[in-house]
């Protein structure tokens, strides 16, 4: 009975009952007032329900949703405007107050969803990015070709009124730079990001279709269009109070996006749009947009080949990165400490810390691999903060991590391993919503060429001083005395 009580779902029932009840009227001859007050309500509605959704999940950032709210609002106020000025019989002029508000809905939807979009992927997320431009770029030309230049050529208008005849076309191509960012962007999308996607699409669609009817005499008020238009309200509605809002603006992992069929059905398709336009002209004789034809084919050749350069990078940067920690995997970390050992210079080279979490199986047994894997991204980032710049962290295996601090000397890689030790074992870390441990490392030390001659070397010696500090009490840091590669046990000392 719980779920009854959501109020998504009263809003989707509802927000149905309306179109259902819009689509009908005609026939059951309610009034076109009604009807109209009718559509009005639900596209109010959906102003309320974004409102309701801030107060009752209070998202980290309510900016986003009220802009949201504004745009809907903003196109709501336009139509009562508009039609209300119509219903007495007041018809306003073009341009007028409405497509003033009709118009500001577009940069305050794009506002909105750009907020969300750039908390969720602080670094913009390049490949989608680049994949986005692509669909773009191809709307662009169409949209130019068979929108905004017939719209803003119209004969008999004056210069006020084909400006805003191109600004509407424009502002759908605004959306649907954002609306081609939510859908090809990286990362798991929450439920309210895939609502305000649909949302996005069923503005943009039905727009895109008024324009094109009105350009050639065939739009008829209370159609489909209108349907569609609803439709965008309830998703808009539904996005605000679905549970996911709270969410929908958390950021996400930037990897690379899957090269799923679809994505690249949807790339070929956008590349193809520009020289298949170019055809189209030619084969019905309608007049040649050559030279933007020829300048969006280069763009895409550009974007694709960025595109590209992207995916390589991004699966090199995949081949060397641990995919829980984000730390360098130990692949890498041997082939940089072999070139590190390649620069020693006035006798000092690279150092290297082996630190292993202790009684870390323990963990695992008492909360879980999934308390034991927050542990080891906690321990990550402490790591990570406590190195200095240009020093390499990576995930050695398991519980069993590895630093390589280049051109340090041994007293410099004494210091940094004290201070890693410090920095795990200063605070407990959180192992599940309601419990945090403490969680302690021991760390073994070795430098070049003090320690060892050869990189082999250095990583056995800093193994052996690992072991020596786990078999004699854990939680400490063990560096060689001696500065020879023939150092005994013996000659090994806790610190």
């Known amino acids: 009975m719980r779920n009854v009580r959501e109020p998504w779902i009263g809003f989707l029932v509802g927000g149905l009952v309306l179109v259902v009840a819009y689509r009908v009227a005609p026939a059951l001859g309610v009034p076109d007032l009604v009807r109209t007050g009718v559509y009005w309500l639900l596209n109010s509605a959906a102003v309320v329900a974004i409102l309701v959704g801030i107060r ?7 900016a986003p949703w009220v802009l949201a709210a504004l745009s809907q609002a903003s196109g709501v106020i336009a139509d009562i405007v508009f039609y ?3 219903a007495i019989g007041e018809p306003l002029p073009y341009p007028s107050v409405a497509d003033a508000l009709y118009l500001l809905s ?26 986005a431009a692509i669909v773009v770029a191809s709307a662009s030309l169409l949209a130019w070709i068979y929108l905004i230049s017939p719209s803003a050529s119209g004969s008999g208008l004056g210069l006020p009124a ?11 191509l605004m959306l649907l730079v954002v609306a081609a960012r939510l859908l090809l962007g990286a990362g798991k999308r929450p439920f309210a990001l895939h ?3 649909g949302y996005l699409v069923l503005i943009v669609v039905p727009d895109t279709l008024y324009c094109l009817q009105t350009l050639d005499g065939s739009y008829r008020e209370g159609g489909w269009l209108e349907t569609l238009w609803m439709g965008a309200a309830v998703l808009l509605g539904l996005s605000g109070l679905h549970p996911s809002m709270r969410a929908a603006d958390g950021r996400s992992p930037v ?3 899957d090269a799923t069929a679809v994505r690249l059905t949807i790339l070929a398709v956008a590349s193809l749009l520009a020289p298949a336009t170019l055809m189209v002209q030619y084969l019905t004789g309608s007049a040649l947009h050559l030279p933007l034809a020829c300048a969006v084919c280069a763009l895409l050749f550009l974007l694709v080949m960025a595109r590209l350069a992207a995916l390589v990078a991004v699966q090199r940067n995949v081949a060397i990165t641990d995919g829980l920690t984000g730390l360098r995997t130990r692949r890498y970390f041997s082939q940089v400490l072999a070139t590190e050992s390649d620069r020693i210079s006035r006798g000092t ?3 290297v810390l082996l630190l292993d979490v202790d009684h870390f199986k323990k963990v695992n047994d008492t909360y879980g691999h999934h308390g034991g894997d927050r542990v080891l991204c906690e321990v990550s980032d402490r790591l990570r903060r406590a190195v200095r710049p240009g020093d390499l962290v990576a995930r050695y295996g398991g519980e069993e991590f590895a ?7 041994p007293a410099e890689a004494h210091r940094v391993a004290q201070r890693v030790h410090r920095a795990v074992r200063g605070a407990p870390m959180v192992v599940n919503p309601t419990t945090a441990v403490p969680v302690t490392v021991s760390l073994g030390v070795a430098t070049m060429p003090g320690d060892a001659h050869t990189p082999d070397e250095l990583v056995q010696l800093a193994d052996r001083l690992l072991y020596l500090a786990k078999e004699t009490g854990r939680d400490q840091v063990a560096t060689s005395k001696a500065i020879t590669v023939t150092a005994a046990e013996a000659e090994l000392s806790l610190v």
Request: proline share 13%; net charge positive; glycine share 10%.
């Open 56 to 62: 009752r999940y209070r998202p980290a950032s309510r």
């Open 84 to 86: 209300g000025a119509d």
């Open 106 to 131: 577009y940069p305050l939807c794009a506002a909105g969803m750009l907020m969300i979009i750039r908390r969720r992927t602080p670094g913009w997320d390049l490949p989608s990015v680049i994949d």
């Open 162 to 172: 084909r400006i805003v005849s191109g600004a509407y076309p424009i502002g759908d």
């Open 195 to 197: 609502l305000l996607t």
């Open 255 to 257: 990897a690379a996006p």
């Open 349 to 351: 080279g690279p150092a």
């Open 403 to 409: 630093v390589i601090l280049p051109n340090t000397t």
